[in-house]
Protein backbone atom coordinates (compact mmCIF):
# COMPACT_ATOMS: atom_id res chain seq x y z
CA UNK A 1 0.00 0.00 0.00
CA UNK A 2 1.37 3.60 -1.15
CA UNK A 3 3.03 5.26 1.91
CA UNK A 4 2.73 9.47 2.71
CA UNK A 5 6.13 10.65 3.49
CA UNK A 6 7.39 13.73 4.66
CA UNK A 7 11.19 14.41 3.91
CA UNK A 8 13.33 17.07 5.21
CA UNK A 9 16.97 17.43 4.33
CA UNK A 10 19.45 20.16 4.59
CA UNK A 11 20.75 19.89 1.32
CA UNK A 12 19.47 17.60 -1.88
CA UNK A 13 21.56 16.58 -4.63
CA UNK A 14 22.00 18.10 -7.54
CA UNK A 15 20.21 21.21 -6.48
CA UNK A 16 22.15 21.71 -3.30
CA UNK A 17 25.01 19.54 -2.14
CA UNK A 18 28.16 19.57 0.47
CA UNK A 19 28.02 15.93 0.80
CA UNK A 20 26.37 12.34 1.30
CA UNK A 21 23.49 13.58 2.45
CA UNK A 22 22.55 15.68 -0.82
CA UNK A 23 23.23 12.34 -2.52
CA UNK A 24 21.18 10.09 -0.33
CA UNK A 25 18.47 12.41 0.02
CA UNK A 26 17.74 12.35 -3.83
CA UNK A 27 18.85 8.80 -4.43
CA UNK A 28 16.32 7.37 -1.76
CA UNK A 29 13.37 9.62 -2.34
CA UNK A 30 13.85 9.05 -5.99
CA UNK A 31 13.50 5.31 -5.19
CA UNK A 32 10.49 5.67 -3.07
CA UNK A 33 8.69 8.40 -5.91
CA UNK A 34 9.61 5.92 -8.20
CA UNK A 35 7.79 2.88 -6.56
CA UNK A 36 4.66 4.85 -6.00
CA UNK A 37 4.96 6.39 -2.53
CA UNK A 38 3.59 9.80 -2.24
CA UNK A 39 5.98 12.57 -0.97
CA UNK A 40 6.46 15.80 0.17
CA UNK A 41 10.20 16.50 0.29
CA UNK A 42 11.42 19.99 1.39
CA UNK A 43 14.65 21.34 1.55
CA UNK A 44 15.89 24.68 2.15
CA UNK A 45 16.81 27.01 -0.73
CA UNK A 46 20.05 28.34 -0.20
CA UNK A 47 22.10 31.09 -1.97
CA UNK A 48 24.05 28.09 -3.40
CA UNK A 49 21.32 26.10 -5.01
CA UNK A 50 21.79 25.22 -8.55
CA UNK A 51 18.97 26.12 -10.23
CA UNK A 52 20.48 26.64 -14.33
CA UNK A 53 17.84 25.48 -16.15
CA UNK A 54 15.11 24.91 -13.29
CA UNK A 55 11.63 25.68 -14.29
CA UNK A 56 10.57 27.30 -10.57
CA UNK A 57 7.03 26.61 -9.81
CA UNK A 58 5.45 28.83 -7.07
CA UNK A 59 2.75 26.65 -4.75
CA UNK A 60 -0.31 28.90 -4.97
CA UNK A 61 -1.22 28.39 -1.23
CA UNK A 62 2.06 28.89 0.04
CA UNK A 63 3.30 32.12 -0.91
CA UNK A 64 3.98 35.19 1.88
CA UNK A 65 3.69 33.06 4.83
CA UNK A 66 4.59 33.70 8.42
CA UNK A 67 6.44 31.31 10.83
CA UNK A 68 7.10 32.38 14.47
CA UNK A 69 10.72 31.03 16.00
CA UNK A 70 10.98 31.85 19.28
CA UNK A 71 10.16 35.48 19.48
CA UNK A 72 10.70 36.26 15.68
CA UNK A 73 8.28 35.71 12.81
CA UNK A 74 10.07 34.99 9.48
CA UNK A 75 8.24 35.70 5.70
CA UNK A 76 8.66 32.46 3.36
CA UNK A 77 7.44 31.34 0.52
CA UNK A 78 7.31 27.80 -1.24
CA UNK A 79 8.27 27.00 -5.03
CA UNK A 80 8.97 23.63 -6.37
CA UNK A 81 11.54 22.04 -8.57
CA UNK A 82 11.37 18.93 -10.78
CA UNK A 83 13.98 16.69 -10.38
CA UNK A 84 16.13 16.73 -13.51
CA UNK A 85 15.78 13.20 -15.55
CA UNK A 86 12.59 12.31 -12.93
CA UNK A 87 8.78 12.69 -12.17
CA UNK A 88 8.83 13.64 -9.00
CA UNK A 89 9.23 17.28 -7.46
CA UNK A 90 11.07 19.06 -4.05
CA UNK A 91 9.48 21.79 -2.22
CA UNK A 92 12.20 24.47 -1.61
CA UNK A 93 11.30 26.82 1.68
CA UNK A 94 12.42 30.38 0.38
CA UNK A 95 13.37 32.48 3.30
CA UNK A 96 16.05 35.05 1.72
CA UNK A 97 16.64 36.34 5.57
CA UNK A 98 18.41 32.92 6.64
CA UNK A 99 19.55 30.90 4.06
CA UNK A 100 20.77 34.05 1.44
CA UNK A 101 24.20 33.10 3.11
CA UNK A 102 27.57 32.46 1.78
CA UNK A 103 27.71 28.96 2.57
CA UNK A 104 25.40 26.03 3.06
CA UNK A 105 26.17 25.55 6.35
CA UNK A 106 27.80 28.30 8.67
CA UNK A 107 29.58 28.89 12.12
CA UNK A 108 26.84 32.00 12.74
CA UNK A 109 25.07 32.37 16.20
CA UNK A 110 21.56 31.58 14.96
CA UNK A 111 22.72 28.26 12.94
CA UNK A 112 19.95 26.52 14.89
CA UNK A 113 17.39 29.20 14.16
CA UNK A 114 17.98 29.06 10.10
CA UNK A 115 17.00 25.06 10.69
CA UNK A 116 14.13 25.51 13.32
CA UNK A 117 12.06 27.63 11.18
CA UNK A 118 12.98 25.38 8.10
CA UNK A 119 11.78 22.46 10.06
CA UNK A 120 8.56 24.37 11.01
CA UNK A 121 7.94 25.61 7.67
CA UNK A 122 8.14 22.37 6.58
CA UNK A 123 5.41 21.17 8.80
CA UNK A 124 3.29 24.08 8.54
CA UNK A 125 3.63 23.62 4.75
CA UNK A 126 2.27 20.11 5.20
CA UNK A 127 -0.43 22.06 7.40
CA UNK A 128 -1.51 24.02 4.83
CA UNK A 129 -1.76 21.45 1.97
CA UNK A 130 -3.72 18.88 3.72
CA UNK A 131 -0.73 16.47 3.32
CA UNK A 132 -0.91 13.73 6.36
CA UNK A 133 1.91 12.22 6.29
CA UNK A 134 2.35 8.40 7.95
CA UNK A 135 5.96 8.91 8.35
CA UNK A 136 7.84 11.85 8.65
CA UNK A 137 11.75 11.54 8.07
CA UNK A 138 14.08 13.94 9.18
CA UNK A 139 18.01 13.95 8.54
CA UNK A 140 20.88 15.06 10.66
CA UNK A 141 20.89 17.67 13.24
CA UNK A 142 19.26 20.24 11.13
CA UNK A 143 16.00 18.46 11.47
CA UNK A 144 16.56 16.68 14.75
CA UNK A 145 14.19 19.03 16.97
CA UNK A 146 11.41 17.60 13.70
CA UNK A 147 10.06 14.57 16.39
CA UNK A 148 9.82 16.72 19.32
CA UNK A 149 8.02 19.42 18.01
CA UNK A 150 5.52 16.85 16.70
CA UNK A 151 5.01 15.67 20.32
CA UNK A 152 4.82 19.27 21.49
CA UNK A 153 4.12 22.72 19.18
CA UNK A 154 2.04 20.50 16.73
CA UNK A 155 0.42 17.52 18.59
CA UNK A 156 -2.94 19.79 18.34
CA UNK A 157 -3.11 19.19 14.82
CA UNK A 158 -4.96 15.37 15.02
CA UNK A 159 -6.06 15.74 11.28
CA UNK A 160 -2.66 15.97 9.93
CA UNK A 161 -0.50 14.68 12.50
CA UNK A 162 -2.54 12.24 14.53
CA UNK A 163 -0.71 9.06 12.68
CA UNK A 164 2.64 10.41 11.70
CA UNK A 165 5.50 8.42 13.19
CA UNK A 166 9.54 10.07 12.98
CA UNK A 167 11.90 8.31 11.52
CA UNK A 168 15.71 9.78 11.95
CA UNK A 169 18.35 9.18 10.43
CA UNK A 170 22.09 9.80 11.49
CA UNK A 171 24.32 10.41 8.82
CA UNK A 172 26.98 11.60 10.91
CA UNK A 173 26.82 11.80 14.73
CA UNK A 174 30.46 13.68 14.91
CA UNK A 175 27.99 16.93 13.51
CA UNK A 176 25.32 17.30 16.42
CA UNK A 177 24.29 21.40 16.19
CA UNK A 178 24.90 21.93 19.75
CA UNK A 179 24.14 25.71 20.54
CA UNK A 180 23.91 27.67 23.87
CA UNK A 181 20.99 27.08 26.67
CA UNK A 182 20.12 30.58 27.00
CA UNK A 183 18.85 30.31 23.38
CA UNK A 184 16.25 27.43 24.49
CA UNK A 185 13.19 30.30 23.77
CA UNK A 186 14.10 29.63 20.22
CA UNK A 187 12.39 26.37 20.46
CA UNK A 188 9.16 27.93 20.98
CA UNK A 189 6.01 28.38 20.41
CA UNK A 190 4.70 25.74 22.40
CA UNK A 191 7.95 24.31 23.24
CA UNK A 192 7.86 24.47 27.13
CA UNK A 193 12.00 24.17 28.78
CA UNK A 194 10.71 21.30 30.26
CA UNK A 195 10.41 19.22 27.09
CA UNK A 196 14.44 19.70 26.79
CA UNK A 197 17.01 17.46 28.20
CA UNK A 198 17.76 18.41 31.80
CA UNK A 199 21.37 17.74 31.29
CA UNK A 200 22.40 19.21 28.58
CA UNK A 201 20.27 22.30 29.79
CA UNK A 202 22.49 21.89 33.68
CA UNK A 203 25.63 21.94 30.98
CA UNK A 204 24.53 25.34 29.72
CA UNK A 205 24.00 23.45 26.09
CA UNK A 206 20.84 22.23 23.70
CA UNK A 207 21.70 19.06 21.24
CA UNK A 208 18.90 18.65 18.43
CA UNK A 209 20.37 15.41 17.73
CA UNK A 210 20.13 13.86 21.16
CA UNK A 211 16.42 14.92 21.04
CA UNK A 212 15.63 13.07 18.03
CA UNK A 213 17.07 10.34 19.35
CA UNK A 214 15.29 10.35 22.31
CA UNK A 215 11.77 11.43 20.61
CA UNK A 216 11.91 9.64 17.19
CA UNK A 217 9.84 6.38 16.77
CA UNK A 218 12.77 4.98 14.96
CA UNK A 219 16.72 6.01 14.55
CA UNK A 220 18.50 4.92 11.61
CA UNK A 221 21.66 5.09 10.67
CA UNK A 222 23.95 4.34 7.03
CA UNK A 223 25.30 1.28 7.66
CA UNK A 224 25.13 -1.64 10.01
CA UNK A 225 28.70 -1.30 10.89
CA UNK A 226 28.21 2.41 12.17
CA UNK A 227 25.30 1.43 14.10
CA UNK A 228 26.87 -0.62 16.22
CA UNK A 229 29.94 1.81 16.85
CA UNK A 230 27.69 5.28 17.90
CA UNK A 231 26.80 2.77 20.74
CA UNK A 232 30.03 2.69 22.46
CA UNK A 233 31.83 5.39 23.96
CA UNK A 234 34.39 5.86 21.52
CA UNK A 235 31.91 6.38 18.66
CA UNK A 236 28.96 7.54 19.76
CA UNK A 237 30.08 11.36 20.29
CA UNK A 238 28.52 11.68 23.82
CA UNK A 239 25.14 10.04 22.19
CA UNK A 240 25.95 6.41 23.31
CA UNK A 241 23.92 6.01 25.92
CA UNK A 242 20.69 7.20 24.60
CA UNK A 243 21.37 5.18 21.56
CA UNK A 244 21.91 1.67 23.64
CA UNK A 245 18.91 2.85 25.56
CA UNK A 246 16.72 2.95 22.27
CA UNK A 247 17.56 -0.78 21.63
CA UNK A 248 15.97 -2.10 18.99
CA UNK A 249 14.68 0.94 17.32
CA UNK A 250 18.35 2.18 16.08
CA UNK A 251 18.60 0.07 13.16
CA UNK A 252 21.58 0.33 10.48
CA UNK A 253 20.51 0.51 6.92
CA UNK A 254 23.53 0.45 4.41
CA UNK A 255 23.22 3.14 2.20
CA UNK A 256 22.46 2.81 -2.32
CA UNK A 257 23.62 4.48 -5.04
CA UNK A 258 22.20 6.24 -7.57
CA UNK A 259 23.52 3.56 -10.61
CA UNK A 260 21.93 5.70 -13.38
CA UNK A 261 24.07 9.08 -12.70
CA UNK A 262 27.14 7.13 -11.58
CA UNK A 263 27.18 4.74 -14.29
CA UNK A 264 30.38 4.31 -16.55
CA UNK A 265 28.63 2.84 -19.55
CA UNK A 266 26.69 5.66 -19.64
CA UNK A 267 28.02 8.94 -17.34
CA UNK A 268 27.79 12.08 -19.18
CA UNK A 269 30.45 13.64 -17.91
CA UNK A 270 32.55 11.12 -19.55
CA UNK A 271 34.14 10.99 -22.80
CA UNK A 272 34.38 7.39 -22.88
CA UNK A 273 32.57 4.38 -21.97
CA UNK A 274 32.93 1.41 -20.20
CA UNK A 275 31.46 -2.00 -18.46
CA UNK A 276 32.94 -4.82 -16.83
CA UNK A 277 32.40 -7.03 -20.00
CA UNK A 278 34.68 -4.33 -21.51
CA UNK A 279 37.21 -1.67 -19.77
CA UNK A 280 38.53 -0.55 -22.87
CA UNK A 281 36.78 2.24 -22.35
CA UNK A 282 38.47 3.18 -18.54
CA UNK A 283 42.21 2.87 -20.36
CA UNK A 284 41.12 5.80 -22.51
CA UNK A 285 39.16 8.29 -19.86
CA UNK A 286 42.62 7.98 -17.97
CA UNK A 287 44.72 9.15 -20.62
CA UNK A 288 42.03 11.77 -21.10
CA UNK A 289 42.20 12.97 -17.48
CA UNK A 290 45.99 12.69 -17.46
CA UNK A 291 45.98 15.30 -20.42
CA UNK A 292 43.03 17.34 -19.11
CA UNK A 293 45.11 17.86 -16.05
CA UNK A 294 48.53 17.43 -16.96
CA UNK A 295 49.70 14.39 -15.06
CA UNK A 296 53.13 13.53 -16.54
CA UNK A 297 54.84 10.16 -17.39
CA UNK A 298 53.60 6.22 -18.41
CA UNK A 299 49.67 5.50 -18.10
CA UNK A 300 51.23 2.44 -16.81
CA UNK A 301 52.25 4.53 -13.74
CA UNK A 302 48.92 3.83 -11.21
CA UNK A 303 46.56 6.95 -10.80
CA UNK A 304 45.50 7.51 -7.06
CA UNK A 305 42.40 9.19 -6.99
CA UNK A 306 40.94 11.66 -3.48
CA UNK A 307 37.70 12.81 -3.59
CA UNK A 308 37.55 14.51 0.07
CA UNK A 309 36.06 16.79 2.58
CA UNK A 310 39.43 17.40 3.83
CA UNK A 311 38.75 17.04 7.55
CA UNK A 312 40.61 14.58 10.37
CA UNK A 313 37.48 12.20 10.42
CA UNK A 314 38.66 11.42 6.42
CA UNK A 315 41.67 10.23 7.46
CA UNK A 316 43.73 13.39 5.34
CA UNK A 317 46.81 12.85 8.79
CA UNK A 318 47.78 9.50 7.32
CA UNK A 319 48.64 10.89 3.90
CA UNK A 320 51.53 13.42 5.44
CA UNK A 321 53.83 10.44 5.83
CA UNK A 322 53.05 8.22 3.14
CA UNK A 323 52.16 10.68 -0.09
CA UNK A 324 55.55 12.17 -0.41
CA UNK A 325 57.06 8.84 -0.62
CA UNK A 326 55.07 7.65 -3.30
CA UNK A 327 55.59 10.70 -5.31
CA UNK A 328 59.30 11.02 -4.49
CA UNK A 329 59.73 7.69 -5.27
CA UNK A 330 57.60 8.50 -8.68
CA UNK A 331 55.49 5.37 -8.33
CA UNK A 332 52.04 7.20 -8.69
CA UNK A 333 50.53 9.75 -9.98
CA UNK A 334 47.67 11.78 -7.75
CA UNK A 335 44.32 13.59 -8.93
CA UNK A 336 42.68 15.44 -5.46
CA UNK A 337 40.05 17.15 -5.06
CA UNK A 338 38.34 18.31 -2.48
CA UNK A 339 38.10 21.20 0.20
CA UNK A 340 37.92 22.12 4.35
CA UNK A 341 40.62 22.63 6.86
CA UNK A 342 43.63 24.98 5.71
CA UNK A 343 46.08 22.77 7.41
CA UNK A 344 45.41 19.91 4.77
CA UNK A 345 44.21 22.02 1.59
CA UNK A 346 48.33 23.71 2.18
CA UNK A 347 49.44 20.49 2.37
CA UNK A 348 48.18 18.84 -0.60
CA UNK A 349 49.34 22.79 -2.22
CA UNK A 350 52.38 21.53 -0.99
CA UNK A 351 52.98 18.84 -3.04
CA UNK A 352 51.36 20.11 -6.26
CA UNK A 353 54.48 22.70 -6.04
CA UNK A 354 57.49 20.49 -4.89
CA UNK A 355 56.05 17.06 -7.50
CA UNK A 356 54.99 18.97 -10.54
CA UNK A 357 53.26 16.82 -13.34
CA UNK A 358 53.04 14.28 -10.60
CA UNK A 359 49.62 15.35 -8.08
CA UNK A 360 47.33 18.07 -8.75
CA UNK A 361 44.80 19.23 -6.47
CA UNK A 362 41.53 20.36 -7.41
CA UNK A 363 40.38 23.28 -4.84
CA UNK A 364 36.75 23.08 -3.93
CA UNK A 365 33.95 20.54 -5.77
CA UNK A 366 33.39 19.94 -9.46
CA UNK A 367 30.75 17.03 -9.90
CA UNK A 368 32.43 16.53 -13.79
CA UNK A 369 35.90 16.38 -12.07
CA UNK A 370 34.63 13.82 -9.49
CA UNK A 371 33.13 11.81 -11.99
CA UNK A 372 36.37 12.08 -14.48
CA UNK A 373 38.68 11.11 -11.12
CA UNK A 374 36.35 7.84 -10.16
CA UNK A 375 36.58 6.93 -14.12
CA UNK A 376 40.04 7.22 -14.91
CA UNK A 377 41.78 6.22 -11.49
CA UNK A 378 43.30 3.05 -10.71
CA UNK A 379 43.03 2.78 -6.79
CA UNK A 380 40.66 5.64 -4.78
CA UNK A 381 42.07 6.78 -1.19
CA UNK A 382 39.46 6.59 1.81
CA UNK A 383 41.54 5.71 5.13
CA UNK A 384 38.86 7.27 7.41
CA UNK A 385 39.05 7.63 11.04
CA UNK A 386 35.51 6.62 10.85
CA UNK A 387 33.03 6.69 8.11
CA UNK A 388 29.17 6.55 8.72
CA UNK A 389 28.33 4.86 5.20
CA UNK A 390 31.04 6.92 2.50
CA UNK A 391 29.33 6.29 -1.05
CA UNK A 392 33.00 7.13 -2.90
CA UNK A 393 33.99 3.76 -2.32
CA UNK A 394 30.54 2.30 -4.31
CA UNK A 395 30.99 4.73 -6.84
CA UNK A 396 34.64 3.62 -7.01
CA UNK A 397 33.73 -0.55 -7.39
CA UNK A 398 31.05 0.45 -9.98
CA UNK A 399 33.66 2.30 -12.00
CA UNK A 400 36.28 -0.27 -11.51
CA UNK A 401 38.90 1.51 -9.65
CA UNK A 402 40.45 -0.30 -6.77
CA UNK A 403 39.12 1.35 -3.28
CA UNK A 404 41.78 1.27 -0.73
CA UNK A 405 39.26 1.61 2.63
CA UNK A 406 40.28 1.42 6.37
CA UNK A 407 38.17 -1.09 8.11
CA UNK A 408 35.08 1.64 9.76
CA UNK A 409 31.93 1.95 9.87
CA UNK A 410 30.06 1.70 5.81
CA UNK A 411 33.61 1.22 4.68
CA UNK A 412 33.89 -2.17 6.13
CA UNK A 413 29.96 -2.77 5.47
CA UNK A 414 30.50 -2.35 1.23
CA UNK A 415 34.33 -2.90 0.80
CA UNK A 416 35.26 -6.78 0.76
CA UNK A 417 39.02 -7.51 1.09
CA UNK A 418 40.82 -9.10 -2.16
CA UNK A 419 41.55 -12.65 -1.63
CA UNK A 420 44.61 -13.41 -4.65
CA UNK A 421 44.65 -17.06 -3.79
CA UNK A 422 40.68 -17.62 -4.10
CA UNK A 423 39.87 -14.62 -6.69
CA UNK A 424 37.11 -13.11 -4.13
CA UNK A 425 37.06 -9.33 -2.75
CA UNK A 426 36.46 -6.23 -4.16
CA UNK A 427 39.29 -4.04 -2.46
CA UNK A 428 42.45 -3.21 -0.21
CA UNK A 429 41.14 -2.92 3.83
CA UNK A 430 43.64 -2.49 6.43
CA UNK A 431 42.51 -2.07 10.34
CA UNK A 432 45.10 0.63 11.67
CA UNK A 433 44.36 3.69 11.67
CA UNK A 434 48.26 4.96 11.32
CA UNK A 435 50.67 5.30 8.43
CA UNK A 436 52.06 1.85 8.28
CA UNK A 437 48.93 0.59 8.08
CA UNK A 438 48.12 2.86 4.88
CA UNK A 439 51.67 1.85 3.66
CA UNK A 440 50.79 -1.73 3.80
CA UNK A 441 47.71 -0.99 1.79
CA UNK A 442 49.26 1.24 -0.89
CA UNK A 443 52.19 -1.35 -0.85
CA UNK A 444 49.53 -4.21 -1.33
CA UNK A 445 48.01 -2.45 -4.38
CA UNK A 446 50.94 -1.48 -6.06
CA UNK A 447 51.54 -4.87 -5.55
CA UNK A 448 48.46 -6.33 -6.89
CA UNK A 449 48.48 -3.59 -9.94
CA UNK A 450 52.06 -4.72 -11.42
CA UNK A 451 49.66 -8.43 -11.78
CA UNK A 452 47.38 -7.99 -14.59
CA UNK A 453 45.53 -10.88 -14.67
CA UNK A 454 44.81 -10.80 -10.81
CA UNK A 455 44.15 -6.89 -11.28
CA UNK A 456 41.59 -7.30 -13.55
CA UNK A 457 39.84 -9.68 -11.68
CA UNK A 458 39.75 -7.13 -8.22
CA UNK A 459 38.30 -4.41 -10.73
CA UNK A 460 35.45 -6.38 -12.37
CA UNK A 461 34.73 -8.14 -8.91
CA UNK A 462 33.75 -4.72 -7.87
CA UNK A 463 32.10 -3.36 -10.96
CA UNK A 464 29.48 -6.53 -10.29
CA UNK A 465 28.09 -5.71 -6.28
CA UNK A 466 25.16 -4.10 -6.40
CA UNK A 467 24.91 -1.18 -4.74
CA UNK A 468 21.49 0.05 -6.29
CA UNK A 469 18.81 1.27 -3.76
CA UNK A 470 16.52 -1.47 -4.73
CA UNK A 471 17.83 -3.01 -1.33
CA UNK A 472 18.41 -0.21 0.76
CA UNK A 473 14.96 1.49 -0.33
CA UNK A 474 13.28 -1.52 0.52
CA UNK A 475 14.74 -2.08 3.97
CA UNK A 476 13.33 1.95 4.62
CA UNK A 477 10.32 0.47 3.20
CA UNK A 478 9.63 -1.88 5.64
CA UNK A 479 10.33 0.17 8.37
CA UNK A 480 8.18 2.81 7.32
CA UNK A 481 5.44 0.65 6.85
CA UNK A 482 5.89 -1.48 10.49
CA UNK A 483 5.73 2.33 12.16
CA UNK A 484 2.68 3.18 9.92
CA UNK A 485 0.76 -0.07 11.00
CA UNK A 486 1.77 0.23 15.07
CA UNK A 487 0.55 4.21 14.52
Known sequence: MPLRVCFLSAEFAPFSK????????????????????????????HAQTQDAGVDWQAVDPLQGLDVQVGARTYRYDVRTARVPGTSHWVHFIVCPELFDRPAL?????????????????????????????????????????APLLLRTAYAWDRNVFGRTSSVFTIHNIGYQGLFAASRAADLGPSVDVNALHAGDLLAGRINPMRHAILHAEAITTVSPTYAREIRTPDGGYGLDGDLRARGAAVVGILNGIDTQTWNPA????????????????????????????????????????????????????????????????????????????????????????????????????SEELAHYIEAAADMFLMPSLYEPCGLNQMYSLRYGTCPIVRRTGGLADSVQHFDPATGAGTGIVFNDFNADGLRWALATALDWYAQPALWQRLRTNGMRVDFSWTRSGAEYVRLYARLAAAG
Open 18 to 45: AGGLGDVASALTGYLAGIGHELRVFVPR
Open 105 to 145: YTDSADEHVRYLMFTRAALESCQRMGFSPDILHCNDWHTGF
Open 266 to 365: GDTYLPHHYDADDLSGKALVKAALLDLLRLQGSPQIPLLGIISRLAQQKGIDLYFDTLPELLAANRVRIAALGSGEPRYETFLRGLQDEYPGRIVYHDGY
